[in-house]
T-cell receptor, first 113, second 112 residues
């Protein structure tokens, strides 16, 4: 397996634009997590899914953020409209089961100017 | 909710010395404690984990200890090597959920 795949790897956009980040988890993994990493706040869990169903989105900062998982092999994290404070590295991770090793993707570095 | 504190924020050691990183957690229901290593510009990767029914776990030069009473756990790296240089994150499960709360990270530098 190629591991968790994320795209794009880098995204630079202007404030107010819509941004869509994409993730393909490892095949057979039932759990998918979206994290945001910044120097100030560290690694924060935004939302996670179990069997394509969102379980906990309490980490989503505000209504500008939304996430979907239409099938077991694809998830998106959308920011609309984007703001400079959204600049961060966004990681997607997947795991076979709860509270076991999470496999992280390479991350998407988002810069909002 | 769960709060995880990690110390120190930076740690410099000479090659061959040991390194210890400590974390404390607040939720007595936490039962899973992984450690992740993140090299510069790379993704976090699990290096070792421990569950609440175990007090210590070792894997070659890495060990983790857990003190449930005091609500703290530590990562021990012996015989450090330059390739151990990275940021290390501890994490704790939040109560009876499937969520992990991460510490703020420790930047370890191993000098040859």
């Amino acid at each position: 397996d190629a591991g968790v795949i994320q795209s794009p790897r880098h995204e630079v956009t202007e404030m107010g634009q819509e941004v869509t980040l994409r993730c393909k988890p490892i095949s057979g993994h039932d759990y998918l997590f979206w994290y945001r990493q910044t120097m100030m706040r560290g690694l924060e869990l935004l939302i996670y899914f179990n069997n394509n169903v969102p379980i906990d989105d309490s980490g989503m900062p505000e209504d500008r953020f939304s996430a979907k998982m239409p099938n077991a092999s694809f998830s998106t994290l959308k920011i609309q409209p984007s703001e400079p404070r959204d600049s961060a590295v966004y990681f997607c991770a997947s795991s076979l089961a709860p509270l076991v090793e999470q496999y992280f993707g390479p991350g998407t570095r988002l810069t909002v100017t | 909710g769960e709060n995880v504190e990690q110390h120190p924020s930076t740690l410099s050691v000479q090659e061959g010395d040991s390194a210890v990183i400590k974390c404390t957690y607040s939720d007595s229901a936490s039962n899973y404690f992984p450690w992740y290593k993140q090299e510069l510009g790379k993704r976090p990767q699990l290096i070792i984990d421990i569950r609440s029914n175990v007090g210590e776990k070792k894997d070659q030069r890495i060990a983790v200890t857990l003190n449930k009473t005091a609500k703290h756990f530590s990562l021990h790296i012996t015989e450090t090597q330059p390739e151990d240089s990275a940021v290390y994150f501890c994490a704790a499960s939040q109560g009876n959920t499937d969520k992990l709360i991460f510490g703020t990270g420790t930047r370890l530098q191993v000098f040859p």
